[in-house]
């Protein structure tokens, strides 16, 4: 094989690796199930052993732990993580609360996640105060996002969104007590 011919093809296996990284539900054509309450599987309400058991052991008693799916990662927290929390398990309000052995909050900013609105990371959001649901919301730091109560029976699921740019970065699905 000559030289020109190898590099085409180094140059295009290449090509095809960053694609599948950049956009992995575009060369997979795998479209996320629209969902209120889970993020690739990893549901409100699984318990810390269920976890264990899919993806492997973590620390018994961390609030937290990164998830890492086909396609992104998925914040998986057994503690109400906004911004009260670090990977370490012990940045949490003090230490004197202990984390729950059920997933209070799932959230990714990988396109592995659509909501049952059709809203997923990459999303265009429009200027006003109220979208689709949604209600126009302030962020620690300032930061602009979206936020929106679900009920699905006895249990709501409070979908947080952020934003960047004008288009949906991240999203946050949160247990309410």
């Given at each position: 094989?000559?030289?020109?011919?190898?590099?085409?093809?180094?140059?295009?296996?290449?090509?095809?690796?960053?694609?599948?990284?950049?956009?992995?539900?575009?060369?997979?054509?795998?479209?996320?199930?629209?969902?209120?309450?889970?993020?690739?599987?990893?549901?409100?309400?699984?318990?810390?052993?269920?976890?264990?058991?899919?993806?492997?052991?973590?620390?018994?008693?961390?609030?937290?732990?990164?998830?890492?799916?086909?396609?992104?990662?998925?914040?998986?927290?057994?503690?109400?993580?906004?911004?009260?929390?670090?990977?370490?398990?012990?940045?949490?309000?003090g230490g004197t609360m202990?984390?729950?052995?059920?997933?209070?909050?799932?959230?990714?900013?990988?396109?592995?996640?659509?909501?049952?609105?059709?809203?997923?990371?990459?999303?265009?959001?429009?200027?006003?105060?109220?979208w689709n649901g949604y209600?126009?919301?302030?962020?620690?730091?300032?930061?602009?996002?979206?936020?929106?109560?679900?009920?699905?029976?006895?249990?709501?699921?409070?979908?947080?969104?952020?934003?960047?740019?004008?288009?949906?970065?991240?999203?946050?699905?949160?247990?309410?007590?």
């Amino acid at each position: 094989m000559s030289s020109p011919t190898r590099l085409v093809k180094a140059w295009v296996a290449l090509g095809a690796l960053s694609l599948t990284l950049a956009f992995p539900l575009a060369v997979t054509g795998k479209t996320p199930k629209p969902s209120w309450t889970c993020i690739a599987g990893v549901c409100l309400g699984h318990s810390r052993a269920a976890l264990d058991d899919r993806y492997g052991p973590s620390a018994p008693d961390i609030p937290s732990r990164t998830v890492r799916v086909q396609g992104g990662r998925i914040w998986a927290c057994f503690w109400r993580c906004t911004n009260a929390v670090t990977e370490d398990g012990f940045t949490y309000f003090g230490g004197t609360m202990r984390p729950t052995n059920r997933l209070l909050t799932v959230s990714t900013c990988s396109r592995i996640v659509r909501l049952p609105d059709g809203t997923e990371p990459g999303t265009r959001t429009p200027l006003g105060n109220r979208w689709n649901g949604y209600r126009r919301i302030t962020r620690e730091g300032g930061q602009v996002g979206w936020e929106r109560l679900v009920s699905r029976g006895a249990n709501e699921t409070k979908v947080t969104l952020s934003v960047v740019g004008g288009r949906v970065r991240c999203v946050y699905l949160e247990r309410v007590p």
